[in-house]
């Protein structure tokens, strides 16, 4: 007497900006809460933004490749080999993408507070050294992780079908993204930011003691 749909793809143009702004605003609100914890775990705002541009790095490098799907779509070996399609944003991309956002952060995350550690432990040294030193020494760890989860992802990547397909391609191309922007992206935004404070403060004083 009243059918419902199994499945519902299409909405109407008020429902669709209703939940557009509903989304919108759940997104920059769990923004701010990374920024918030990271703030408050590392005790520097700087370690939460630069997670949190990494973070919005590689979703929209991921969102960009997905886009480029519609081109090489005409491609044939490439498209044969990957089998890739005109993808679209769906449930299975959002899923995607809601995991690496858990990926890139945590990911980011190791890398500071390998920072951290090296910064009580060598009180005194450059920061950029500190940095550096925090880079190396996760570095294995990050490389070792990637490559592992690469390899599943690559394997279903070729083999797998179906409505999974536009799901592991945004884990693959958010993986490699994510992994690059918490090794160099991340320690790179942190030292820069530290040499701006730290030569701002230098120009503070040397004004105060000119007066």
């Known amino acids: 007497a009243n059918p419902q749909p199994e499945r519902l793809d299409n909405f109407n143009a008020s429902m669709a900006g209703a939940t557009q702004g509903k989304a919108m605003g759940a997104i920059v609100a769990s923004w701010l809460a990374i920024v918030l ?10 370690f939460g933004l630069a997670a ?20 090489l779509v005409g491609v044939p070996g490439l498209s044969a080999i990957f089998q890739l399609q005109d993808f679209k944003i769906d449930l299975p991309a959002v899923a995607a993408l809601l995991t690496l956002v858990g990926y890139s952060v945590n990911d980011t995350i190791v890398v500071f507070d390998r920072i951290r550690e090296n910064l009580a432990r060598h009180a005194g040294a450059p ?19 990637t490559v592992t989860v690469l390899m599943t992802l ?5 083999f797998a079908g179906g409505s999974i397909r536009i799901f592991v391609l945004a884990l693959f191309v958010g993986i490699l993204s994510g992994t690059y922007s918490s090794i160099f992206n991340a320690s790179a935004l942190l030292v820069t930011w530290h040499e701006w404070s730290e030569g701002r ?3 503070e004083f040397a004004a105060v003691r000119s007066r």
């Not at 914890?37 to 700087?46: E, I, K, M, P, S």
């Not at 949190?52 to 081109?71: E, K, N, Q, R, W």
């Not at 550096?132 to 070792?144: I, K, M, W």
């Open 127 to 145: 920061f950029a050294d500190i940095v550096n030193h925090s880079v190396v020494q996760t570095l294995g760890r990050s490389l070792n992780t």
């Open 52 to 71: 949190l541009l990494c973070l919005v790095h590689d979703l929209f490098f991921t969102l960009g490749a997905i886009a480029v799907c519609h081109y």
């Open 154 to 158: 690559l394997a279903l990547l070729v």
């Open 37 to 46: 914890y990271l703030w408050l775990r590392f005790g520097n705002w700087t």
């Open 201 to 203: 403060r230098q120009r």
